[in-house]
């Protein structure tokens, strides 16, 4: 069952931006999906007082192949850490970041980061790089998807996602941000 799931995950296409035209998404959520800027002050700018970043979860865990080939990290396990950003009382985004035990290593202050945003953390620091997003539609099958709808009571097909990799002077770490049916919804 396990190598099931593993293989589930691997066989989720990410996209290049350039290839999302190909794709039939709702304009509200593209305009989400592809927008400019840190998503986290995005949504604070739509949200006002109503917004929050909520930690979920902070676990350590096994990198999956899938996992090691996006962080492009020789890594076996590392840190998880699911956050909900919330407009209101309604779910916008589920993100979860993954931080190889190198990355770890390096920089163990990011296994302390709380309700902060990653994100914005990052973009006030020197020596990080971020790479261009990939965008996939997760069915509700694939792990990350189930994470992200643990408290639906109607749970969708799939959900929209986008992730990139960042590198703290060369240290590694992949972002994956999902997009819920509330988004964009007062």
């Known amino acids: 069952m396990a190598s099931e799931k593993t293989l589930q995950r691997e066989t989720v296409e990410w996209l290049p931006a350039e290839r999302?035209?190909?794709?039939?998404?709702?304009h509200r959520l593209?305009?989400?999906?592809?927008?400019?800027?840190?998503?986290?002050?995005?949504?604070?700018?739509?949200?006002?007082?109503?917004?929050?970043l909520r930690l979920v979860d902070l676990w350590s865990g096994e990198l999956d192949p899938a996992q090691r080939r996006a962080l492009r990290a020789?890594?076996?396990?590392?840190?998880?850490?699911?956050v909900e950003m919330v407009c209101g009382d309604q779910v916008w985004v589920?993100?979860?970041s993954v931080l190889p035990d190198s990355t770890l290593n390096a920089h163990p202050w990011l296994a302390e980061l709380g309700d902060a945003a990653l994100g914005e953390t990052?973009?006030?620091?020197?020596?990080?790089?971020r790479s261009a997003y990939e965008y996939?539609?997760?069915?509700?099958?694939?792990?990350l998807t189930a994470r992200a709808l643990r408290d639906a009571c109607v749970a969708p097909a799939g959900l929209w996602a986008r992730r990139s990799r960042f590198l703290l002077r060369?240290?590694?770490?992949?972002?994956?941000?999902?997009?819920?049916p509330a988004m964009g919804r007062c």
């Open 20 to 26: 999302l035209g190909e794709c039939t998404l709702d």
């Open 30 to 52: 593209r305009t989400w999906l592809i927008g400019k800027g840190l998503l986290t002050a995005r949504l604070k700018a739509v949200c006002g007082p109503r917004f929050a």
């Open 74 to 82: 020789d890594d076996n396990a590392g840190l998880f850490r699911d």
């Open 94 to 96: 589920f993100a979860q």
């Open 122 to 129: 990052l973009s006030a620091l020197s020596g990080v790089e």
């Open 136 to 143: 996939a539609w997760l069915p509700v099958c694939d792990k």
């Open 170 to 180: 060369g240290a590694p770490m992949l972002v994956q941000e999902l997009f819920l």
